[in-house]
T-cell receptor, first 113, second 114 residues
Framework: QQQVKQSPQSLIVQKGGISIINCAYE??????FPWYQQFPGKGPALLIA?????SEKKEGRFTISFNKSAKQFSLHIMDSQPGDSATYFC????????????FGGGTRLMVKP | EPEVTQTPSHQVTQMGQEVILRCVPI?????FYWYRQILGQKVEFLVS????????KSEIFDDQFSVERPDGSNFTLKIRSTKLEDSAMYFC????????????FGPGTRLLVL
């Protein structure tokens, strides 16, 4: 019930295209859903996050869409750039359970020039 | 911009040896975490720490692991008797508040147990 399932495992997108990564969760107690970006040899860096009281959040080229009834959320990267090539992790946490982050399996994104 | 720092960046040790991984969280943060990432796998929660106490711990965080905040700035993870399967990247994270969930990660320590 603690799992967060992420797809696809890898994604290749042309420069300027839209990258879409999906996550699904089971635990309805989760109340915080961040996305992290990780470059090789570096720690995860917070990209954008959403709470379940809104269905969408946009920051620049990055948008989270959240579907509470389906227990799914997704990351959209508009106008994808080669510099976006990284591994992306979705995560979820419960404020009443220590805020430990449960991570998805990760998506390796490659944006081709 | 404030950031979480970790030392060492790499650590090689023999099986059965003790290792201490060090972290300096962001200065005004009160909540501290350790995660690990086995090569090619997802990031896994180990332990959270607040007010000099463990808040939560995962099943991975068994008796061979311990955490400590020895002074006002450092946060350490000790592995008492390392095993081959402890080889992983260990990340420290910190957050200012518990209610907003935002955690900032350090660059990690790559631990290799031979």
């Amino acid at each position: 019930q603690q799992q967060v399932k992420q797809s696809p495992q890898s994604l290749i997108v042309q420069k300027g295209g839209i990258s879409i990564i999906n996550c699904a969760y089971e635990n309805t107690a989760f109340d915080y859903f961040p996305w992290y970006q990780q470059f090789p040899g570096k720690g995860p860096a917070l990209l954008i996050a959403i709470r379940p009281d809104v269905s969408e959040k946009k920051e620049g080229r990055f948008t989270i869409s959240f579907n509470k009834s389906a227990k799914q959320f997704s990351l959209h990267i508009m106008d994808s750039q080669p510099g976006d090539s990284a591994t992306y992790f979705c995560a979820a946490s419960n404020n009443n359970a220590g805020n430990m982050l449960t991570f998805g399996g990760g998506t390796r994104l490659m944006v081709k020039p | 911009e404030p950031e979480v720092t970790q030392t060492p960046s790499h650590q090689v040790t023999q099986m059965g040896q003790e290792v201490i991984l060090r972290c300096v969280p962001i200065s005004n943060h009160l909540y501290f975490y350790w995660y690990r990432q086995i090569l090619g796998q997802k990031v896994e929660f180990l332990v959270s720490f607040y007010n000099n106490e463990i808040s939560e711990k995962s099943e991975i965080f068994d008796d061979q692991f311990s955490v400590e905040r020895p002074d006002g700035s450092n946060f350490t993870l000790k592995i008492r008797s390392t095993k081959l399967e402890d080889s992983a990247m260990y990340f420290c994270a910190s957050s200012e508040r518990d209610w907003d969930g935002t955690q900032y990660f350090g660059p990690g320590t790559r631990l290799l147990v031979l």
